[in-house]
């Protein structure tokens, strides 16, 4: 099992390029089984969940290859249309097959994706939209069977509001099963992220007709066929993010080139209030925050446009390192804290209570061995071990994996003292 270790104190230096969006890339994966053409995606991240996807999309007939930053999706000709659990259970976005194999195929039966260390995440809403669309769903063995009438699913008024905010990975699985409907569909209370755009583009590039892209009504009159995705994967603005909170709190001075400036309004805003030294452009960031002294705005997580839940375990691990106390309300997770506890390991002070973070500041961190427990608190581990004294050992780096292409080379380019090692104790 691989860890991280690194060595704090030195503030990053120089330019770094933003690698694709995993989350964008995901859902354009699985949207290549609407199609009996082949697909390519370029510019994609060689990450674990996108070689996770791959591996399910194989199992279901359509064949994956990696060529340099290519991926390339070719049908095999085979309706296969049951998803295996032992690849299902690897990744809870693997439920994102669901809507493509139930429009292209009639059929799709897959393993419920469980919890996760987010606290339980239930699919309730895709279950109820591709309802709503027509189609006859069952629980049976811990799997998802959904069947289409004949014909072919007719379409229909789908609500996907939850909760606690639109369904992303929902609404681009109902979106998915919608563009191949015989009739209109509408969605309402839609996802507005600009992962979902970038899918209705990319769908519409092949032949699918869906109007409403950034809002929370989507329109999409069903269609015959669609073509090959072709295209490149956008940046990824959660390690835009990642990338610019390790920069500030170091006191670095770096350049974030193939940046989604844009998509990065709401941290962008909140580093500046915080006191952060930033210059724009349209599509790069440059961080001089040299001798900054950091302030501590209120954090409260939403969907987009709001802040990211995605970046609220980086901004803690950045908050240790302001004046004052900060405030961090979790809208999204409730439950997504368990990065506190690591972070107080390395000497932080942080009360978590009712949803909340406090973070008190500014503290000196001291390094230690810290245990990931998530995609985005391996990320504010490794932060927070960029400004600690000593060495900081993070452990169970295959979450950080997942997400983040090389990042310890990345952070090795700006300067930082971080390699990856064998964890001969475990976890």
Known sequence: MDCFEVIGGTPLQGEVEVAGSKNGTLPLMAAALLSNESSQLDGVPAL??????????SSLGLNTRFVAQSLQLVPSGQDLWQAPYDLVRRMRASVCVL????????HASVPLPGGCVLGVRPIDLHLRGMESLGAKVDLA????????????????????????????LGTANVLMAATLAKGESVLR?????????????????????IEGGGTATLRVQGVDEIHGLKGNVPPDRIEAGTLLLAAAMTRGHVKLTRCPVPQL??????????????????D????????????????????YPGYPTDLQAQWMAFATQAEGTTLIREGIYPERFLHAAELVRLGAQIEVSDGSARVHGPTRLSGAPVLASDLRASAALVLAGLVAEGKT?????????????????????????????VDEMGP
Request: hydrophobic residues 40%; glycine residues 12%.
């Open 48 to 57: 674990r969940d996108i070689h996770t996807l791959a591996e399910l999309l």
């Open 141 to 168: 063995e811990g799997c998802v069977l959904a069947t289409a009438p004949k014909g072919g699913l007719p379409g229909g008024e789908v609500d996907l509001s939850g909760p606690r905010g639109s369904t992303v």
């Open 284 to 303: 790069w960031v440059r961080v001089h925050a040299e001798g900054a002294i950091f302030r501590n705005p209120v954090i409260q997580t939403a969907p």
């Open 189 to 209: 209370g839609a996802a507005c992220e600009p992962e979902i755009v970038v899918l209705i583009d990319f769908l519409n590039s092949a032949g699918a007709q």
């Open 99 to 106: 809507g493509p194999l139930l429009a292209r195929t009639g």
């Open 393 to 421: 050992v993070v452990k169970r780096v295959y979450h950080l994996d997942r997400g983040y292409e090389r990042l310890e080379e990345k952070l090795s380019s700006l300067g930082a003292s971080v390699r990856r090692v």
């Open 265 to 282: 309004q709401a941290l962008l805003d909140t580093l500046e209030l915080a006191g952060v030294p930033l210059e724009r452009g349209s």
